[in-house]
C-alpha cells in the first residue's frame, strides 16, 4: 500500500497525519516542520483512515489524554527507534536530558546522537 494522509486543525495549527500502511501512524507534521518530508511522499489524501488518531490528538488537546494508544511506525534508523521508544516511556508532564537518555542507553557519550534523533523524530506530540 502506499501511503496515505489526512490534514486536520489543532490548537497548534493544521497537523498532517500520515499512515505508510492502514491505521498505522508514520508521520504527524506541522505546517513549518523543519524536517517535514515532501508532499509527495505523504500518498493520497483519506480522513477515513485517521478517525482514531484524530480523535485522540483531539482529546490530549482538550486536556483529557495525556497518552496515546495508536499503532506507530515512524521511519528511522535502528538508533532513532530506540531513542524515540524511550521518549514514549517519558510519563506525561515529565522531562528527561539528552544525557540521561544516552544513559538509558547505556552510553552517556551518545547524548548528542540522542538529541539529533529527537530532532528527527516524525511523530511530534504522539512522541514527545
Request: aromatic share 8%.
Amino acid at each position: 500500500m502506499t501511503a496515505v494522509h489526512t490534514v486536520i486543525d489543532s490548537p497548534v495549527g493544521e497537523l498532517t497525519l500520515v499512515a505508510s500502511r492502514p491505521g498505522v501512524l508514520s508521520g504527524v507534521y506541522f505546517p513549518g516542520h523543519t524536517r517535514r518530508p515532501e508532499r509527495d511522499s505523504f500518498g493520497t489524501r483519506d480522513d477515513a483512515a485517521f478517525a482514531e488518531a484524530a480523535a485522540q490528538l483531539a482529546e490530549y488537546f482538550d486536556g483529557s489524554r495525556t497518552d496515546f494508544e495508536l499503532p506507530l511506525a515512524p521511519r528511522g534508523n535502528d538508533f532513532q527507534r530506540r531513542v524515540w521508544a524511550l521518549l514514549v516511556q517519558i510519563p506525561y508532564g515529565q522531562t528527561r536530558t539528552y544525557g540521561q537518555l544516552a544513559n538509558e542507553l547505556g552510553d552517556p557519550g551518545l547524548a548528542r546522537a540522542v538529541g539529533a534523533a529527537n530532532g528527527q523524530n516524525p511523530l511530534s506530540i504522539i512522541v514527545p
